[in-house]
C-alpha cells in the first residue's frame, strides 16, 4: 500500500528557516498536503500542491516538489514560536474516497 | 460560514461497549470522512460518504460502521470496542470531485475516545 514517511522531529530558533521533509510511495498521488497539528486541536490545512507543479510559495511557505524522487519539503521562513506544532504531510491519490495518506508528522519545535 | 464541528470532545468507554460519535460539516460540503488518530502517529482514513453511501474504505474491520444524513451530517459507530480504538476521531469534510478548485478537506477539532 502507500506509504509517507516524515522524520520525527525539527527544532529551529526563533528567526530561522525550518524545513521539513516528507517521502512517499503512491506515483499516482494527484496532490501533495501540508496539515499543521497543534496540541489538543485537530489538523489546519496549510498548504497543497499539484502534482504537475514542482513549487509553490504562499506568504512564509515554501512548497518544493521533486515528483522522480517522490519527496517533498516544506520550508518555513522566519520561523516564529507560535509554529510549534506537528506538522503532517499527506497525498492523495486516486482511489475510491479520495483517501488521504498521512505521514507520522514532525514535531517542529521553535526556540526563541 | 461555520466549520466542522464533532461531539462529543471526550469520551470514555469500556472495553466490548459500543459508541457514537457525531460530525456535522461545513456549510456547503457534501461529502465527510472519517480518520483514526492514535497518539503519536498520523491519521488513518476510515471510510467517506458521500450521498448517504460509503464510498470508500480504509483496512478497518466491519464493527466500525457509519451514516450520513440528508443534511450531511455524519456519525461514526463502533462496536465491540478495543483497548486499541482508543484515539482521536478526525472528521473532515470536502466537496466531491475534490480538485483544484475545492481541494479543502476542512477537518474538527475531533472526538478524543478512551477504552478502559
Known amino acids: 500500500g502507500e506509504d509517507v514517511e516524515q522524520s520525527l522531529f525539527l527544532s529551529v530558533r526563533e528567526g530561522d528557516s525550518s524545513v521539513i521533509n516528507c517521502t512517499y510511495t503512491?506515483?499516482?498521488?494527484?496532490?501533495l498536503y501540508w496539515y499543521k497539528q497543534e496540541p489538543g486541536a485537530g489538523l489546519q490545512l496549510l498548504t497543497y500542491?499539484?502534482?504537475?507543479?514542482d513549487m509553490k510559495q504562499d506568504q512564509r511557505l515554501t512548497v518544493l516538489l521533486n515528483k522522480k524522487d517522490k519527496h517533498l519539503s516544506l520550508r518555513i521562513a522566519d520561523t516564529q514560536t507560535g509554529d510549534s506544532a506537528i506538522y503532517f504531510c499527506?497525498?492523495?491519490?486516486?482511489?475510491?474516497?479520495?483517501?488521504?495518506?498521512f505521514g507520522g508528522g514532525t514535531r517542529l519545535m521553535v526556540k526563541p | 460560514e461555520t466549520g466542522v464541528t464533532q461531539s462529543p470532545t471526550h469520551l470514555i468507554k469500556t472495553r466490548g461497549q459500543q459508541v457514537t460519535l457525531r460530525c456535522s460539516s461545513q456549510?456547503?460540503?457534501?461529502?465527510v470522512s472519517w480518520y483514526q488518530q492514535a497518539l503519536g502517529q498520523g491519521p488513518q482514513f476510515i471510510f467517506q460518504y458521500y450521498r448517504e453511501e460509503e464510498n470508500g474504505r480504509g483496512n478497518f474491520p466491519p464493527r466500525f460502521s457509519g451514516l450520513q444524513f440528508p443534511n450531511y451530517s455524519s456519525e461514526l459507530n463502533v462496536n465491540a470496542l478495543e483497548l486499541d480504538d482508543s484515539a482521536l476521531y478526525l472528521c473532515?469534510?470536502?466537496?466531491?470531485?475534490?480538485?483544484?478548485?475545492?481541494?479543502?478537506?476542512?477537518f474538527g477539532s475531533g472526538t478524543r475516545l478512551t477504552v478502559v
Open positions: 500542491i499539484f502534482s504537475n507543479m
Open positions: 473532515a469534510s470536502s466537496l466531491v470531485p475534490v480538485d483544484s478548485a475545492n481541494y479543502g478537506y476542512t
Open positions: 503512491d506515483s499516482s498521488s494527484t496532490y
Open positions: 499527506a497525498e492523495r491519490g486516486n482511489n475510491a474516497g479520495n483517501m488521504l495518506t
Open positions: 456549510s456547503g460540503h457534501n461529502t
